[in-house]
């Protein structure tokens, strides 16, 4: 299973929109690993994890080709994971050429209702599915299950275990500290590689998402949960610009405690 990380931003990207902080200084000057785009993910090349604003930026700089997604799974309904607009691109008059090309899409019940209706409309394009959390769900070749994220209470928001020939990956961005629930429903499974969100940095959250040390505090439960060993692969990923650090800067915070720290176009296989 190969696993790329197409944009490892938060909701603002970094550099910032308008912001002249230190760190969005720094990465305008840098370049590179500092440019962040909103968070995406792309397993080989037809499953794909969220849709943001950033999505046809990683058409063009990351390799992402859209004709090859067959499905797409999205953790919750803010801005920047889910941009409804662009998916209507997928029919005429934007798509003249493989009109017919179908992609389904599954996700919490905000994204079901907001796209039943595109569904509806583009009855040869589109298919939404309604995700049961902790249910384990066969899409495009993959299994996949829903877990609890512990983020904006207004709507049950969801991170994945993704399986595919017996690897497992847990893409886990946008939550708090794992929720009981979701510890009970993963205990004793072994991981090959565990995605955890890192959004704040130098500040502890835990209940929204998480910062550098959450993440440590993190692994250990993992470990201590039978979801992790020597062996399993540990990534931080959506950062924010508020997180305190440029690239090299959280390489050296996170490298001695076994994490890699994400960067658009970072792909790893399992």
Same mark, same amino acid.
């Not at 500290?177 to 090959?192: Q, V």
């Not at 931080?236 to 090299?248: D, K, L, M, Q, R």
């Given at each position: ?33 500092? *440019? ?6 792309? %397993?080989?090349? !037809?499953?794909?994890?969220?849709? #943001?604003? $950033? &999505? ?105 275990? *993704? ?6 990956? %847990?893409?886990? !961005?946008?939550?708090?500290?794992? #929720?009981? $629930? &979701? ?88």
């Amino acid at each position: 299973m190969r696993i790329k990380f197409l944009g490892t931003a938060a909701a603002e990207g970094t550099p910032a929109f308008f912001c002249d902080c230190p760190v969005c200084e720094k990465a305008r000057k840098l370049g590179g690993k500092n *440019i962040r785009t909103r968070s995406q993910c792309l %397993i080989n090349e !037809n499953l794909l994890i969220d849709y #943001p604003p $950033d &999505t046809y930026m990683h058409t063009i700089t990351g390799g992402l080709d859209l004709r090859k997604i067959e499905s797409v799974i999205i953790t919750h309904s803010h801005g920047d994971h889910f941009f409804p607009h662009d998916i209507n691109m997928n029919a005429p008059p934007y798509n003249v050429g493989n009109v017919f090309h179908i992609v389904n899409y599954y996700g919490n019940g905000h994204i079901y209702y907001d796209l039943k209706p595109l569904a509806d409309q583009q009855q040869n394009n589109i298919t939404v599915n309604q995700f049961q959390l902790f249910e384990q769900t066969k899409i495009s070749g993959y299994e996949v299950t829903p877990l609890r994220a512990v983020h904006d209470r207004r709507e049950e928001c969801l991170f994945f275990v *993704i399986e595919k020939d017996g690897k497992r990956f %847990i893409y886990g !961005n946008d939550t708090g500290y794992f #929720p009981d $629930d &979701t510890m009970e429903c993963i205990k004793g499974k072994r991981f090959d590689a565990i995605s955890l969100d890192c959004t704040t940095g130098k500040d502890r959250d835990g209940g929204n998402h998480m910062g550098f040390e959450d993440i440590i505090e993190m692994k250990k439960r993992l470990i201590e949960n039978g979801n992790a060993d020597e062996k399993t692969i540990f990534i931080a990923h959506h950062f924010s610009h508020n997180c305190g650090f440029v690239y090299e800067d959280t390489v050296k915070l996170l490298e001695p405690h076994g994490f890699l720290t994400s960067y658009d176009g970072m792909a790893i296989d399992i």
